[in-house]
């Protein structure tokens, strides 16, 4: 069993930057490939970015590719999400997920673990 704790969510003016972490406890992340979710008010649950076990190779919803990175340390047991440029529409609560597979996924039903979530606001 693996928990996930994200943090790093906060309330930032359009332009500015944020850094997510999610952190694991009880079994290594090490062997996961991560993703980060998020989930605006109304809407469902959409993918924003994924990243192997190695971190060698990495994933990105086009609306997030060029402004998002999404990096690891696996001796720390943490994923991480830098946000830059960020804009209104990126409001929402980012989740991670770990998958119990090799295969990076964009699809939220094949992740196994997930976190409470951190809310992102981002203010016009």
């Known amino acids: 069993q693996v928990q996930l704790l994200e943090s790093g969510g906060g309330l930032v003016q359009a332009g500015g930057s944020l850094r997510l972490s999610c952190a694991a406890s009880g079994r290594t992340l090490s062997n996961y490939p991560v993703a980060w979710l998020r989930q605006a008010p109304g809407e469902e649950r959409a993918f924003v970015a994924a990243i192997s076990w190695t971190g060698a190779r990495t994933d990105y919803a086009d609306s997030v590719k060029g402004r998002f990175t999404i990096s690891r340390d696996n001796a720390k047991n943490t994923v991480f999400l830098q946000m830059n440029s960020l804009k209104p529409e990126d409001t929402a609560v980012f989740f991670c997920?770990?998958?119990?597979?090799?295969?990076?996924?964009?699809?939220?039903?094949?992740?196994?673990?997930w976190g409470q979530g951190t809310q992102v606001t981002v203010s016009s």
């Open positions: 997920a770990a998958r119990v597979s090799a295969v990076l996924s964009r699809l939220r039903h094949e992740y196994n673990y």
